[in-house]
């Protein structure tokens, strides 16, 4: 008899620990508790700009090995894009210096050694005093383990952390900072090869996934709304889905929970989960990009710190956003747009726009908060757990998330052999 996977969240960390499951020979039921898969990686249909816009601009690199590998498994490893080479634009709006880090196509971190590659103005020396980072435990702050200033740091390393982290550097995991410099930097440019998904986040990793999954007579449900487990000896034994509506769950069934932390927390009372979280606010606006714009442009010195290029569309990530999220909008899209301006090389009147401010887009990646994070395994045998917030080794990431995902449902598979 086939043996059941209950997915409890349609997000990333959930639909790849389905899709893995699936192939696997496991039969998945995904049981999401809004209207829409995809958590916050997801796309919609925006009226204020008339075009379908994403929650947010989730950036992945060449060398997020697990993201790859889950897209190209659900036949969409297409619709991520860009450039051949690791380069990255970068201006500063405060001087007006425009600069571009080429990472080139290599395995090894050579760029450091050319100085027509690397950021203005630094030397080799500079990218040495970031080695602590390295070999950082978690439990230390980046503040201590790196000079958090000079040129090197405005320049890269913060824009670099801040993006990846999403707390002010100094106070974020020296681990958890290293384990991206690691992967990125480190790695040389074929590792870190900017890709975007070209026609949206649900295009390319969401609705592909739930397709996968249905075409193949697994379920999908959507708004249905986990309320609580029944336990016994250990495992779980029913799912609690309000009313009468309760699954029972066999011997030889699994349970992978890939829900927000808090939503985790009280299914499973008395789980440690991270309790600070910080806001990231993207900006959508509906105008069209100038010739040979660069698909992604780091801005220093303004409120805007990324600006995407997409077809008849400029977007903006900004990190670290709690300061933001109380600001009247109008006047934020208006602040946002004059740097948009100058970075851009563009003009005009404000264009249609929109801003998404996600306040608890991810947990707050100090040491304090990193030791909150829960592992997979839960003292119920048969449920596991999955999530960018869990003890991935990474910060909240979409290569963390499916990794995680990927992980559960790897413990699932080890415990069906046990």
């Not at 606006?285 to 569309?313: C, H, K, Q, S």
């Not at 048969?382 to 990474?394: C, P, Q, R, Y």
Request: some cysteine; proline content about 6%; hydrophobic content about 45%.
């Amino acid at each position: 008899m086939q043996n059941t996977a209950h997915i409890i969240g349609a997000g990333i960390s959930g639909l790849s620990a389905a899709v893995r499951l699936a192939n696997a020979g496991f039969k998945v039921a995904v049981h999401e508790a809004t209207h829409q898969a995809g958590g916050r990686c997801r796309s919609y249909f925006d009226g204020a700009t008339n075009l379908t816009i994403d929650n947010g601009n989730h950036l992945m690199l060449s060398g997020n090995g697990h993201a790859q590998a889950y897209a190209r498994s659900i036949g969409s490893e297409a619709g991520l894009v860009g450039p051949e080479r690791a380069q990255f634009p970068f201006v500063d709006l405060a001087t007006g210096q425009r600069w571009q880090l080429d990472l080139g196509d290599g395995r090894l971190p050579t760029w450091v050694f050319d100085e027509s590659r690397r950021v203005p103005d630094t030397g080799l020396t500079d990218y040495l005093k970031l080695a602590p980072l390295i070999w950082a435990s978690e439990e230390t702050l980046v503040g201590k383990s790196i000079p958090c200033e000079g040129i090197l740091y405005q320049r890269l390393v913060q824009p670099l952390l801040l993006a990846a982290l999403n707390v002010d550097p100094p106070e974020g995991s020296a681990g958890l900072a290293g384990a991206i410099v690691r992967e990125t930097l480190l790695a040389g440019g074929q590792a870190c090869r900017p890709l975007i998904a070209r026609d949206g986040l649900s295009a390319v990793l969401i609705e592909p996934a739930v397709k996968f999954l249905t075409e193949r007579g697994h379920s999908v449900q959507l708004g249905h709304e986990l309320r609580s487990f029944e336990t016994k000896d250990g495992k779980v034994i029913a799912l609690n889905f309000g009313g009468e509506d309760v699954i029972k769950v066999a011997d030889g069934d699994a349970i992978v929970m890939a829900v927000p932390p808090r939503a985790a927390a009280s299914l499973l009372p008395g789980l440690k989960t991270p309790t600070e979280f910080r806001a990231i606010v993207n900006a959508h606006f509906r105008f069209e990009p100038p010739p040979g714009a660069a698909p992604i442009l780091g801005v220093i010195g303004g409120v805007v710190e990324w600006l995407f290029a997409f077809p008849n569309r400029l977007s903006v990530t900004i990190s670290n956003g709690d300061r933001l999220v109380d600001m009247p909008r109008e006047e934020l899209a208006q602040a946002i747009w004059n740097d948009v301006c100058k970075a851009g090389g563009v003009s005009g009147e404000l264009p249609p726009w929109q801003i998404v401010r996600e306040r608890r887009a991810t947990f707050a990646a100090t040491p304090a908060q990193n030791a909150l994070r829960p592992g997979p395994v839960t003292a119920l045998k048969n449920l596991f757990l999955a999530g960018d917030w869990t003890a991935t080794g990474l910060p909240a990431t979409i290569e963390g998330s499916v990794r995680s995902g990927d992980r559960a449902a790897d413990l699932v598979l080890a415990a069906q052999r046990s």
